[in-house]
C-alpha cells in the first residue's frame, strides 16, 4: 500500500526537466526584480507560514538561488531569549524589516503567536486573541511606511505532511529539519487546523492579504510561488538599460608567481 502510494506521488509530480526549465525562466525574471527593486528603492516583505513539512525552505531557497543575498534577504529567527520574552511582541522582527533596495523573506514570522505559540501552550489564548486583534493595524503600519508585504501560506494534506517528517528521520540529508517541536506537534493537526482558520478570519486583509499555495508537488509549488510574486512587484526590465563589456585584460605574465608552498586541497574527483 505505501509503496503504491509513493507511486502515485511521483506520477503527479513535475518532471525535473520541466521543472528547470521553467525555473530557469522565473530566476531571469526574479533578476530583473531584483534590479528594479534596487533602483527604485523598493521595501518588500514576504512571509512564509503553513505547516510542518510543507516545503516553505525549498520554497524560498528556489527564491534565492540566483539573487543577491544582500538584495534577498532571509530571516528565520530563533527561539526567543528569556530578554526578548520581556520585549514587546513584534519588537524583535520590526529591526529586521526591509530597508530602501531590499527583499527580505520571514521563514516563519510573527505569526508564530497565531500558530505553534497558541497550539503549544507557549502563549495563553488572551495573548493569541489579542494578537489577531492587532495584527492588521500593524501590518497596516508597515504597508503604510511604503513596505510591500506579501503573505504565503503553504498548505499539505496529511499523508503527505508524514510521508515528508517521515523521510526527514532517513535522510541523513534531512535530519537537521526534524525539531523537538515538529515530534510535538505532529499529533496536533487539528488544533493547527482551527488556530490556522482563526487567523486567516482575523489578519487577511486588503491591505495585507494572505495567499495559499497547495503544495502536494514541491516543484509545482515552487513555480507557481515565484509566478505568483513576480506580479505582486510591478517592474520593468533595467537590465539592458546598462551597457556591460569586459574591459581590455592587462598583460599577462609580467609578473612571476612565487615559488610558494600552497597546501592543495586534494583531487579526489
Given at each position: 500500500?505505501?509503496?503504491?502510494?509513493?507511486?502515485?506521488?511521483?506520477?503527479?509530480?513535475?518532471?525535473?526537466?520541466?521543472?528547470?526549465?521553467?525555473?530557469?525562466?522565473?530566476?531571469?525574471?526574479?533578476?530583473?526584480?531584483?534590479?528594479?527593486?534596487?533602483?527604485?528603492?523598493?521595501?518588500?516583505?514576504?512571509?512564509?507560514?503553513?505547516?510542518?513539512?510543507?516545503?516553505?525552505?525549498?520554497?524560498?531557497?528556489?527564491?534565492?538561488?540566483?539573487?543577491?543575498?544582500?538584495?534577498?534577504?532571509?530571516?528565520?529567527?530563533?527561539?526567543?531569549?528569556?530578554?526578548?520574552?520581556?520585549?514587546?511582541?513584534?519588537?524583535?522582527?520590526?529591526?529586521?524589516?526591509?530597508?530602501?533596495?531590499?527583499?527580505?523573506?520571514?521563514?516563519?514570522?510573527?505569526?508564530?503567536?497565531?500558530?505553534?505559540?497558541?497550539?503549544?501552550?507557549?502563549?495563553s489564548d488572551?495573548?493569541?486573541?489579542?494578537?489577531?486583534?492587532?495584527?492588521?493595524?500593524?501590518?497596516?503600519?508597515?504597508?503604510?511606511s511604503g513596505?510591500?508585504?506579501?503573505?504565503?501560506?503553504?498548505?499539505?494534506?496529511?499523508?503527505?505532511?508524514?510521508?515528508?517528517?517521515?523521510?526527514?528521520?532517513?535522510?541523513?540529508?534531512?535530519?537537521?529539519?526534524?525539531?523537538?517541536?515538529?515530534?510535538?506537534?505532529?499529533?496536533?493537526?487539528?488544533?493547527?487546523?482551527?488556530?490556522?482558520?482563526?487567523?486567516?478570519?482575523?489578519?487577511?486583509?486588503s491591505w495585507?492579504?494572505?495567499?495559499?499555495?497547495?503544495?502536494?508537488?514541491?516543484?509545482?509549488?515552487?513555480?507557481?510561488?515565484?509566478?505568483?510574486?513576480?506580479?505582486?512587484?510591478?517592474?520593468?526590465?533595467?537590465?539592458?538599460?546598462?551597457?556591460?563589456?569586459?574591459?581590455?585584460?592587462?598583460?599577462?605574465?609580467?609578473?612571476?608567481?612565487?615559488?610558494?608552498?600552497?597546501?592543495?586541497?586534494?583531487?579526489?574527483?
Open positions: 500500500m505505501a509503496k503504491k502510494k509513493e507511486k502515485e506521488h511521483n506520477a503527479e509530480r513535475l518532471p525535473r526537466k520541466e521543472y528547470e526549465k521553467e525555473l530557469k525562466a522565473l530566476h531571469v525574471e526574479l533578476v530583473k526584480l531584483q534590479q528594479w527593486v534596487t533602483a527604485k528603492g523598493l521595501k518588500v516583505c514576504i512571509v512564509f507560514e503553513g505547516r510542518d513539512g510543507a516545503g516553505k525552505g525549498g520554497t524560498i531557497k528556489a527564491i534565492t538561488e540566483r539573487v543577491s543575498p544582500r538584495v534577498f534577504r532571509v530571516v528565520a529567527l530563533p527561539a526567543p531569549t528569556e530578554r526578548e520574552k520581556s520585549q514587546i511582541y513584534a519588537q524583535r522582527y520590526i529591526q529586521h524589516m526591509p530597508s530602501a533596495g531590499e527583499v527580505v523573506i520571514f521563514d516563519r514570522s510573527w505569526y508564530n503567536r497565531a500558530g505553534v505559540e497558541r497550539v503549544m501552550g507557549f502563549c488572551d495573548q493569541a486573541k489579542k494578537f489577531l486583534a492587532v495584527t492588521p493595524l500593524f501590518e497596516k503600519m508597515l504597508v503604510e513596505i510591500i508585504v506579501i503573505k504565503y501560506w503553504l498548505e499539505v494534506s496529511a499523508e503527505e505532511q508524514q510521508r515528508r517528517l517521515e523521510e526527514r528521520i532517513t535522510d541523513g540529508r534531512k535530519i537537521w529539519k526534524l525539531s523537538p517541536m515538529d515530534l510535538k506537534s505532529f499529533s496536533r493537526w487539528d488544533d493547527y487546523t482551527r488556530a490556522r482558520d482563526e487567523m486567516f478570519a482575523a489578519t487577511d486583509s495585507a492579504p494572505w495567499y495559499m499555495a497547495h503544495s502536494e508537488d514541491k516543484r509545482r509549488v515552487r513555480l507557481n510561488i515565484i509566478s505568483h510574486l513576480l506580479k505582486q512587484v510591478p517592474y520593468k526590465d533595467i537590465t539592458h538599460d546598462q551597457q556591460i563589456k569586459l574591459p581590455k585584460r592587462g598583460k599577462i605574465g609580467s609578473y612571476k608567481s612565487a615559488d610558494y608552498p600552497f597546501r592543495l586541497i586534494p583531487e579526489r574527483f
